[in-house]
Structure formats: structure tokens, C-alpha cells
């Protein structure tokens, strides 16, 4: 293994690349030390509380550690970490929907720019911020997950093409239908 000095220096491609080839878990620390924070706060928004936003951090990384391989270098790797974060939490949500499990809204401030770069033909500048959030929250975990990764994390089309797998008409529609389904769940029950 090379000097601690010069793991500091890795790209986290590099990084990625050298703990694929090693399986060294001291790499891998590196890795979750330079994530840890950004996979918690994805998590909190899909979380009760602290404590499950842990467990489930905690989760993200132990199965990032065996789908590791995976990581073809398509697309930067904080990108492909946030789908994967976002995957995991989608599907820990969907799990847990069937008992009844109340998911916790994201913060607003991550999600305010969803206001900003809504098409002409529907206009989320005028709905107010609480119960915008309150509607995030009334949608599918699936819509919740691109609107987020389109407004939160400020992924380009491209971006979320990537890490989705699918292509760019397709990411398009499902951000149209998961804002039109936004609009319409704000409008029917948050009047």
C-alpha cells in the first residue's frame, strides 16, 4: 500500500480504482471518510431520525463496499454515489411503506431550487414552501428521488442519464411526470 501521504491525493476515481484491485478496507475508510457526511445527509431526508439516518448510512456503505466493482467510471463518482444513496434509501422506503412507515420530509433549503427551473408550462414560483414540502413528501419515493437528484443535487440530464441507466428522453419524462404529479398532489390535497 502506498504512503498514507499520497492516498490524500487520489482522485476519488483513483481511489475507487485502487480499492476495486487491493479490497484494502484502509482505503475504503479513506473513501468513507470523504463520503460519510454527504451519504448521512441523503439519508436524513429519507429517514425518522438521526439514528435511523445512521443505520442507514451505515447500510450504504457496507453494501457499497461489494457493489464497489460496479463503478465503471461513467460518470464522476459523488454522482454515482448519490444514485446508489438514493437507490438504497428508495428501496429501504418502498420496504417499510407496507408498515406503515412514515417517511421524514427533506429539509426545504436542499430542495428550494425546484422552483427555479420549472418548464413554461407549470410555474412552481408561486406555491408556498411549506407546502410544497409537505407535497414532496405525498409523492412516489421513485419521483421524490429524480426530483431530488435534478433540484437537490443540481445533476445535468446527462448526469442523471448516467446513473439511472436510461436515456436522456426517458430522464426527461420522468422529471416532467414526477413535477406534473408534484403539481398535482400540492393542488388536490394542500389547498
Not at 31 to 41: E, P, Q, T
Not at 87 to 93: A, E, S, T
Not at 97 to 113: G, P, W
Not at 146 to 157: F, G, M, T, V, W
Request: glycine content about 2%.
Amino acid at each position: 500500500m502506498e504512503p498514507s501521504n499520497n492516498i490524500d491525493i487520489l482522485t476519488d476515481e483513483e481511489l475507487v480504482s485502487a480499492i476495486v484491485k487491493t479490497n484494502d478496507t484502509l482505503l475504503f475508510g479513506v473513501l468513507y471518510d470523504r463520503f460519510s457526511h454527504l451519504v448521512y445527509n441523503k439519508c436524513y431526508g429519507f429517514a425518522k431520525d438521526e439514528d435511523e439516518a445512521k443505520d442507514l448510512t451505515q447500510d450504504v456503505f457496507l453494501k457499497l463496499f461489494v457493489k464497489l466493482a460496479s463503478f465503471k467510471g461513467k460518470s464522476k463518482f459523488s454522482t454515482w454515489l448519490y444514485a446508489f444513496t438514493y437507490n438504497h434509501c428508495v428501496n429501504y422506503v418502498t420496504r417499510n411503506t407496507a408498515k406503515k412507515f412514515e417517511k421524514q420530509s427533506v429539509d426545504y433549503a436542499d430542495i428550494e431550487n425546484i422552483s427555479e427551473d420549472y418548464d413554461e408550462t407549470s410555474d412552481f414560483s408561486d406555491l408556498r414552501v411549506d407546502k410544497l414540502k409537505k407535497a414532496l413528501e405525498l409523492v412516489s419515493p421513485d419521483e421524490k428521488m429524480i426530483l431530488l437528484l435534478k433540484y437537490q443535487d443540481n445533476l445535468s440530464i446527462k448526469e442523471i442519464e448516467s446513473v439511472l441507466g436510461v436515456g436522456q428522453s426517458a430522464v426527461k419524462m420522468r422529471i416532467k411526470r414526477a413535477k406534473d404529479k408534484l403539481l398535482t398532489v400540492y393542488e388536490n390535497n394542500l389547498k
